[in-house]
């Protein structure tokens, strides 16, 4: 069924336009960078590289993910896009003007709810870079050696003795088994003595001579950061004050509008964004483990590729472009008639894609020089782990500050895009202005965040389906929500929205580098079994 609404008419047109494919390509690509491509990324590089172990290298996992990127996370991007491009509207409008009174309309409302949601936690977890940035520029990370207590420091002799070979054969003569589980090892009260013999010996061997002493004091600067973001998480009040002041940030930028907000600021803060990435890749070039993390990120070594690790390229791929929570629905609507969907689309996907490498290279040298390792792909690494990096380097205060302001920037340009979503359908679909949405919006945005603002603090033994509620929500939006959307989406628009319109979206000029026959297969069959194989992938606990 072709579209009822004219992409061209008065109505769609004062809902405000793009005023430049530039403007519109870095806003799209503003959108699909966030935290995601500066650590989610790179930990899955380094894990499903061998990283911690035999370091084999990761480059098949990155062939696999740019061909994830093209056969599925490309086509979903482009039917996102032409959906919104073709209606002029937003998400719930967009299902709606295709095919009215059916309940599709119902994937478009499902895709501006995942937004609201994501935006809720998404804020607090942002809000912690403000948080860092004042830390590095006031210099707080170097105030480490009389803030690190003794017990701190012989807890973490006590964890690294159970790790090591030495440990465990110490724990199985000392318990008489092999014990279930190092980590409850370390707290087992037959243990005791043998923690206190230890911690006592090493204690005394570290504070013999200098050598043990700055043995210690790098212990101290690599502890430090964790007692650091410990505490934070643990005020609430920090918490709750941050997340309102990033979505304070997000909120003076969408207010603007489309082209004197999000397109203006979109042009300011993505090449400030690419100018701090250059200046710390080019500091962490310098570092002696530089050839390790280029030679590491790029090797292919295919004996390291399981089902696993194409299960977290695809997801990887998916989750990095911003799909199926209704965004670029809604920038889509905003593109004028004569705009290149292919182009813009390939743009995007070079954009969020080069980032996300660079970003590893600058991880990789830095812990290939100071043999570092990455211990979890959480969030909190960003908070703990790149402190420790940067107290090491000269200049390592200012380098700091740089990286957090760069991660301000990565996530604020996605935030824009999620309370955009969400604001221009009620300004479509309720015929809100847009102070009023922003505003409402905002202030609703910003209560539902309060739970996962004190989920590590004064929530933090409140759980569902044994999560906290911050842990719940980002279960719900990442496992289920952003994939089903993507799949339902996909789906529309290879069965429903007909070929006539894709054609007409799709011209022959525009698709030079991606043939429309090849688009039609993809959108209808390829991307849709891989979104599937996704969803199975997270069900079954097989992705990271």
Known sequence: MSSSKDPCSSAASSRGNWGSKLGFILAAGGSAVGLGNLWKFPYLAYSNGGGAGDQQGAGGFVLIYLLAVLVLGLPIMIAEMMLGKRTQTTPIGAFESVRPHSLWKHVGTLCVITGFLLLSYYSVIAGWTVEYTVKSVTSEFSNYDQAVSEEMVREQLWHDFVYSSEGEAALIIELGQKPESLSKALTDPKLNTLKQVVTDQEWKRLQQNEEGQAKLSELKKTLYPQKLFSEFIAHPWKQVLWAFVFLAMTVGVVIGGVSKGIERWSKILMPALFVLLIVLLGRMLMLDGAGKALSFLFRPSFEMVTASTVLNAMGQAFFSLSLGMGVLITYGSYMKKEDNLVSSSYSVVIMDTLIALIASVIIFSAIFSYNLVMKDGGTGNLFTAMPVIFMKLPGGILLCAAFYILVIFAALTSAISMLEAVV??????????????????????????????????????????????????DFLCSNWFMPIGGLMLSLFVGFVFTKKDQ??????AHCKWFPFPLFRVLVRYIAPVLVVVVLLGMLFGAIQ
Request: glycine share 4%; proline share 4%; hydrophobic share 50%.
């Open 503 to 508: 054609r007409e979206e799709l011209p022959e």
């Open 424 to 473: 221009a359908t009620f300004v479509d679909e309720f015929k809100w202005s847009r102070k009023k949405a922003v505003y409402i919006i905002s202030a609703v945005t910003f209560v539902l965040g309060i739970p996962a603002a004190l989920s590590y603090n004064l929530m933090s033994n409140v759980t569902i389906m044994g999560k906290t509620w911050i842990d719940f929500a």
